[in-house]
Structure formats: C-alpha cells, structure tokens
C-alpha cells in the first residue's frame, strides 16, 4: 500500500509502520511475551527482521514528494537500516532538500540517534554536525539547523574542551528570535473559548487579551512546545543536566527573549531544573508577571501546591516571590476592580487566583481577604477550601462560613458539587474548637441518612480534636456498631482520641472535587 502512489493517506501508513517497528524495537528480543490468548509470541522479533529486510522501502519513502511520508521515513531509516554508512549518507543527502525547519531538525536530530545506535558512524556523524556549526554558510544551514547541530554535537561529547556550548546556543537563540512573530489578538485558543463559567456566576469574558505572539499558544496545556526550536533547547538542557549554572543562563536568555513562544516554552523547562530556581531564573520569571496574563498564570500555577506546580525557591527568595505575588494580584485588583477573583474573564481570573492559592501555600495573611470573599459569594470556592487550614488565626470568621457551606450539602448527593469531607477536613485544619458543634450536628444529620462516607469524615474530624471533643462521646459510640466497616473503625479511632489515648488519626484519601478530579496534593 505504501509503495503504491494512489494509494490514499500513503503519509499514515507509512506512520503506522514505522510505530509498529519501533514499539518492537523497544521489546527485549530475548524476553518471552504472551498475547492475550496466552500463546507465546516471538512476533516483536519477526517485525524488526522484517523491516530491517525491507529498509531500502524507507530510503524511498525518504526522498518521496509527500512531507507526510518522508518525516516518518527519515526515522525509520535511522532505526531499520543496518549498514551505517549508508544511512549516513541518505540522510546527509535529505538535508539540503528539506522543505522546511522542521523537516531539517527532523534530519540532525535523526543523524546524532544514528551515531548512539551505531557508534561505528559516530566519527562522520560528528564531522557532519561540525560542518553544520562552523561550516560556510548554506541556505539549509540557518540558525536552528545550527543550535540543533550544536546541541546534538555537545550530547554526543559533552566533554569537549572547547565547547563553549551555552554561548555559542545563546547567540543563536538570538539570532533565531531577533525578530518576534506578528502579534496576534486572542481569538481561538481553546483557553479563551472555554465556558467562563465559575460556582456561582455566568459571565460572557468582555475582554479578548492581545497578548499571544504565537498562533497555536495555548495556556490550558502550557507543557505542549511552542517553537520551532522547543524540542532543542529541551534536548539541551537535558544534556548540560546538572549544570545549574549554565542551565540558568540558558533560561534567562529564553525569558528575555522578545519572541513569546520562546518565553512560554521556557518557563516549562524551569520546572525541569532541579533544586530551588536560581536567583537570576527567578528575577526573570517574575518580571514576566506585570505585563503578560497568560505568563503570568503559567507561572502562578508553576508555584502553586495545588495545581502541582513544581518550581520552587530558595528559603531566602520566598519573601521575594510572594511579594511580588501580592504587588501583582494588586496590580490586578487596580485594574480589573476589587472583584477580580471573580473576574468574567477566564484568564485574569486564573492567573489572580493561583496568585491567591500560591500565598496561601506560605499561609500568607495577604490571602485571607480573597479566600474569605471566595467562601461568602461562593464563587470558585471549592478552590480556597484546599488552603483555609493555614488560617487558623481567622478561625472566628472562617467556620461560619464552612458551617454555611455544610448546610448546603444534600444528603442524598454529599459529594457535589463540594464534598462534605473537604469542609470537614479544613474544620479540622483549623484545629478550633469552635468548630466541633459544626461537626457533631454534621455528623448527627449524616448518621441520620447513612451516609456514611461523610459519617467517616466527621469522625476523623472529631478525632483531631482529642479531649477537647469529648462532649460528642454520645454520638460516637454507637457508631461503633454501624453496618459500614470504615465508620467502625472510625469510630474505635474517634473514641480512642476523646478518652485522651494516642492521637492517631485514621488514613483517609482526600476528597474528590465535585467534578471527580483529585486535588494534586
């Protein structure tokens, strides 16, 4: 079918074969496998034979007119074709060819795998991707040819004494982004046309942000790549590795670069470094906050605990970030109004509220004014229960409102749209006795209905307050013989606690949101 010109969609087929060659590549060819009728099969052996047998079909395919048949060709080429040398030499021929940039990365990227497969190709390989970095000047060899060249040339010999890699990659991610792409006004990204809707209010987003350099920018999945060059600069800094400092320089060029996908893209590759963000890092993301809504919420979110953001900062920076986190949700706030939590439109609203929820990681008192009006107008407040324990100073004003939004639970449905056992999980964080009445009379409607899911949080709330919860010893114990085994062992734990023995508190899983997602921590 491949082979044949009239054949339709000849680009998937050739696709289709060459993820069937690879997937059998990745088995172990002396590993034993079933299939699911339980007959040992030997088949992942027979197709890497088979299409080694039939590598010239790819060399064909690699040099066809259809782009969608040559790039998955040129891979397979890489990986089915025995003789090295030849390899070598297609694909060294397919470079000045290529249609485009993608196809041309396509190309080295595939020649620098051809030398860890065959290491006997590894000299000519090298001396290839030399006379792409220092070579003369070509139409095929612009700037990312050359930084993807550099990049692959370092990882196969990081320890090159001469390779001023990071430098050298500086200049050209420069020379690459000298010029931004067209500014475009937000009007299709998936983002911006998702419902606007929050808990408790519709609003139509009066506002379109003018803000996306990049056609297919998309800030709900900002872990996608973003620019030609995404894949090599990842590829870069995964070989400088543990190279902090010049993994760090290398970000910053990328955050002050004036391409925007360039600067999107690294602000998902600072969530790779490990350890703490350097100084010079950290100064560059929050700069991005003032000026860019969809950054701005990219990088919010990279701090939030909640949304399982992993960049963080040294102890000594802390008071830096959130600093800068208050100026900003201000900022918001002078713009936006003081509503902005609740703001009609999805992307300022975000970026305000992982602001919120970042300060409430820190348990930042500049954050309790906007986790309290969440939880009195009840808007997006399912968010702000997940950082109300941090406040046990604001106890007074907060358990009314937990206690409000308890008595708003069904009984028939405790799950939706905010579980019962998250409220009773923060009255617990709270760790006030003020709030064991709340519990009780939770725990008095819900035996009552036997629901005995929220029976079981408020059990576990009640042992958290050991002693001091010993008025509710009346309820407890003939939940002892209730007919669900988590409740019982509830309350064996619940009465162990009140009678002062050790307070230990039974394993529980965090409740789900109403929409059925487990909160990321």
């Known amino acids: 079918m491949a082979d044949n010109p009239a054949t339709p969609d000849r680009g998937k087929i050739v696709k289709l074969l060459l993820s069937i060659g690879h997937e059998a590549l990745g088995r172990d060819p002396e590993g034993i496998y079933f299939t699911v009728n339980g007959v040992a099969s030997t088949a992942h052996v027979d197709i890497v034979a088979e299409m080694t047998a039939r590598a010239e079909a790819f060399v064909r395919y ?81 700037a990312p040819v050359r930084l993807s060249a550099l990049t692959h040339r370092f990882r196969i010999d990081p320890d090159r004494a001469t390779f001023d890699v990071v430098p050298r990659a500086i200049a050209l991610l420069r020379e690459i982004t000298a010029t931004p792409a067209a500014g475009k006004p937000c009007d299709g990204c998936r983002w911006c046309e998702a419902s606007s809707h929050v808990c408790g209010r519709r ?122 986190l208050a100026d900003h949700m201000a900022t918001l706030r002078s713009i936006h109004g003081p509503d902005v939590w609740a703001s009609g439109n999805p992307l300022v609203r975000s970026a305000y509220q992982e602001a919120v929820m970042t300060l409430a990681d820190h348990h930042d008192p500049r954050a309790l004014p906007d986790i309290i009006r969440a939880l009195e107008t009840r808007v997006d407040d399912w968010r702000v229960l997940y950082g109300v324990g941090g406040y046990p100073q604001a106890a007074d004003r907060l358990v009314p409102l937990l206690a409000d939004g308890l008595r708003r639970i069904d009984p028939h449905r405790p799950d939706v749209p905010i579980p019962a056992g998250l409220y009773l999980s923060c009255l617990a964080g709270l760790k006030d006795p003020i709030a064991i009445p709340v519990i009780t009379d939770t725990l008095t409607w819900a035996s009552r209905h036997q629901s005995w899911t929220v029976v079981t949080s408020a059990l576990n709330a009640l042992a958290t307050f050991g002693p001091a919860a010993r008025t509710s010893h009346h309820l407890i114990h003939p939940l002892t013989n209730a007919p669900d085994d988590a409740v019982r062992a509830a309350a064996r734990a619940a009465l162990e606690a009140l009678n002062g023995g050790k307070e230990a508190v039974p394993a529980r899983s965090m409740p789900e949101h109403g929409d059925g997602q487990h909160p990321p921590y």
């Not at 790039?71 to 030499?89: E, N, W």
């Not at 196809?103 to 030398?115: G, H, K, P, S, Y």
């Not at 070989?239 to 360039?262: F, H, K, N, W, Y």
């Open 62 to 142: 690699a040099a066809d007119t259809d782009t969608l048949v040559r790039r998955p060709a040129i891979t397979a080429v890489d990986l089915f074709l025995a003789d090295g040398r030849r390899a070598a030499r297609v694909l060294a021929e397919r470079l000045p060819a290529a249609d485009d940039n993608g196809e041309r990365l396509l190309i080295v990227r595939t020649m620098a795998r051809l030398a860890d497969r065959l290491p006997a190709t590894g000299p000519s390989v090298t001396a290839w991707l030399d006379d792409l970095i220092d070579g003369p000047v070509r139409p095929y060899t612009n």
């Open 203 to 324: 609003g139509a987003p009066a506002v379109r942000p003018a803000h996306l350099a990049a056609d297919f920018f998309d800030p709900e999945h900002p872990w996608e790549e973003h620019s030609p060059v995404s894949s090599v600069l990842r590829a870069l800094h995964t070989a400088l590795g543990d190279r902090i400092a010049e993994r760090a320089e290398l970000l910053v060029a990328q955050l002050t670069s004036p391409d925007t996908a360039t600067r999107y893209n690294a602000i998902a590759m600072a969530e790779d470094l490990p350890g703490p963000l350097p100084r010079p890092v950290l100064d560059r993301l929050l700069d991005l906050l003032p000026d860019d809504w969809a950054a701005a919420r990219m990088i919010d979110r990279g701090f939030s605990a909640w949304a399982g953001g992993q960049l963080t900062v040294a102890p000594e920076d802390t008071a830096l970030l959130l600093d800068t």
